[in-house]
């Protein structure tokens, strides 16, 4: 009588034996290769469905991580300081002025919605921005055609100059040169507005950008009791060693001496909350969808790896007819179907990376972020393990 436990004990170890070995695995590797000399026949959905569902995982968080690290370490510039403090309604007294300029420089934004009509009649909302000379305090404006911005804002012949957004002309269909009237006020069209530094901490508009100076916003009658100005106080520190803990100290010290400013605080390590939670929900949800095209195309795998074992069924008769054994034929074509879909997922990996560059390519002037190439590396073994 057969002993079982041990005939099967016996049958367990020779089938280990025969896959460790290492002259029947180089066997393997070879008849797998040459099976493979022949092409991706009947690969190209198989290829498509992974290399398309890789993309676009690893392409989105790769955009979404370089844009996080790029507001990270563009954050002083984003917010147009080290720390930003700003009021609704009215502005800083004097001594709460005082407070601030005593930690470094000082720059004064007003933003506030108002109406620009033309001599032709028509209007339209803008986003009326008033700064000082000292606006930027980090960054610079950039103004087409390249004037000082305080030659551009200042007061000739009565009136006050502006820098507007092209999209003010184009909707107007005005030059440089013509005129708008805000308010009570009528300015002058000397520059188009081409980058402004601070523009991301401030959200989303709901019109285009009006630049114009603060003594021009005093003039301009807008600014009455009950106007939604928003007043915003940015602040530069000197040059310092540890310029992380200086800005908490700035944002502690003004807080304890001023509490009654109700000021809302921004430093330079949230220069921009509304976006960086708008990435996280973006980033969110095209993850799902690249997940979700992962699973759908795990269908079009399936069927692709099904026809390409019906393809090679003769073959497979051949090789058990000479003496292959069933777990040699299983591993040739399991080493020609990983391998084909290593390339897939290269493929992918390759388009995921390129993305964030073409995003930025496409975007520079609305996300002025940069991307490094290094932000794809945490994402390619998550992709490697998700592949179906």
Known sequence: MTNLPHAEAAGSARRAASVSNPGKLAVILRLAARELRGGAKGFVVFLMCLALGVAAIAGVGS??????????????????????????HQEATPPQRALLESKGRVSEVATLRAMARAASGDATLVELKAVDRAWPLVGAATIEPAIPLSDALSERDGRFGAAVDPAVLTR???????????????????????????????????????IVSDEALKRSGLVQPGSLVRYSYRVALPPSADADAATRALVTDVEKQAPEAGFSTRSRFNAAPQLERNIGRFTEFLTIVGLAALVVGGVGVANAVAAFVERKRATIAIMKSVGASGRTVFLIHLVEVSAIALVGIAMGLAVGAAIPFAAVAALETVLPLPIEPRSIRANCCLRLLTAP
């Open 63 to 88: 955009l979404a991580r370089g844009l996080t690290e790029g507001m990270a370490r563009e954050g002083r510039t984003i917010l147009g300081g080290d720390a930003s403090f700003s009021v609704h």
């Open 172 to 210: 107007f269909g005005l030059k440089i040169g013509d005129r708008l009237t805000v308010g009570t006020s009528e300015f002058d069209i000397r520059a188009t507005l081409t980058r402004e530094p601070d523009k991301l901490s401030e959200g989303i508009g709901f019109g285009p950008r009006m």
